[in-house]
């Protein structure tokens, strides 16, 4: 529930000061860098793999892309 509420505050349009407060001055970064989990409550090991697992989804999208244009 916590990884819920974290994911939306990022994607609601609450200003970034509001979005500050409840999630942390470094919120806008990505992965590790960007959680504080005294504020979140989602272990970093959980943001940790979410990002690796987007980046491993993005890179398998571009290498669909890839090999179209190649045909």
């Known amino acids: 529930m916590c990884e819920l509420a974290r994911n939306s505050v990022l994607m609601s349009g609450f200003p970034h000061e509001m ?3 409840w999630l942390g001055p470094n919120y806008t970064k990505e ?3 960007g959680n504080d989990i ?4 989602v272990p970093d090991v959980r943001v940790a793999f979410r990002t690796e697992t987007l ?3 993005l ?3 571009f290498k669909g892309v890839e090999k179209e244009e190649a045909l």
């Open 31 to 33: 992965g590790v860098a």
């Open 55 to 57: 980046l491993d989804e």
């Open 59 to 61: 890179s398998n999208i």
């Open 19 to 21: 979005k500050q407060y």
């Open 38 to 41: 005294s504020r979140t409550n």
